[in-house]
């Protein structure tokens, strides 16, 4: 008997650990759903990619961190970035400014924790913040600044292929 209790205090200790990560991804999801974060261009990626900065805004700085490549994502998408000193900023992929809710279930399982948007971009630096790119703006938030890259031609044609956003070729 004392041995079930040892081996079910082990499974337990083991287990925690995931129950909490869930947890917190559970918070930064729906910090994310708000989608509050802003976009600017920090430098000229490889060919096919926009090198970007996204200020994601949040109660912990790891949450942001977890976001950056949801936000990436999603600006590109939906909101494009604007010019910064010599390099030109880029409209949104998509043309209707209704698109998200209109195919709302493919977003949904797109930005799901683990889905899709992974294959679109990268961090770099490793994900590490810069002194200048942590900053806490009120007593209970942080703006949070990472650098990341996205494949936007991959992306572009990802959404073609699923008939969300129409190609270039298309006359629109």
């Given at each position: 008997m004392k041995n079930i209790h040892i081996v079910l205090m082990f499974v337990a200790f083991l287990t925690l650990p995931y129950f909490c990560m869930a947890q917190s991804k559970k918070k930064a999801d729906k910090e994310t759903a708000q989608w509050r974060y802003e976009i600017e261009a920090v430098g000229t990626g490889t060919q096919g990619t926009y090198q970007i900065k996204v200020w994601s805004y949040s109660k912990k700085p790891e949450t942001a961190l977890e976001q950056a490549k949801k936000n990436a994502v999603h600006g590109i998408i939906f909101?494009?970035?604007p010019d910064k000193d010599?390099?030109?900023?880029?409209k949104a992929l998509a043309q209707s400014p209704n698109l998200e809710?209109?195919?709302?279930?493919?977003?949904?399982?797109?930005f799901n924790t683990g889905g899709k948007y992974q294959k679109f971009v990268t961090l770099t630096n490793n994900g590490a913040i810069a002194a200048g790119d942590r900053i806490k703006i009120s007593k209970k938030e942080y703006k949070i600044g990472?650098?990341?890259?996205?494949n936007k031609d991959a992306l572009r044609k990802d959404l073609e292929d699923a008939g969300i956003i129409k190609g270039l070729g298309s006359g629109f």
């Amino acid at each position: 008997m004392k041995n079930i209790h040892i081996v079910l205090m082990f499974v337990a200790f083991l287990t925690l650990p995931y129950f909490c990560m869930a947890q917190s991804k559970k918070k930064a999801d729906k910090e994310t759903a708000q989608w509050r974060y802003e976009i600017e261009a920090v430098g000229t990626g490889t060919q096919g990619t926009y090198q970007i900065k996204v200020w994601s805004y949040s109660k912990k700085p790891e949450t942001a961190l977890e976001q950056a490549k949801k936000n990436a994502v999603h600006g590109i998408i939906f909101k494009g970035f604007p010019d910064k000193d010599r390099i030109k900023g880029q409209k949104a992929l998509a043309q209707s400014p209704n698109l998200e809710q209109e195919k709302e279930d493919f977003f949904k399982d797109f930005f799901n924790t683990g889905g899709k948007y992974q294959k679109f971009v990268t961090l770099t630096n490793n994900g590490a913040i810069a002194a200048g790119d942590r900053i806490k703006i009120s007593k209970k938030e942080y703006k949070i600044g990472v650098v990341v890259n996205v494949n936007k031609d991959a992306l572009r044609k990802d959404l073609e292929d699923a008939g969300i956003i129409k190609g270039l070729g298309s006359g629109f």
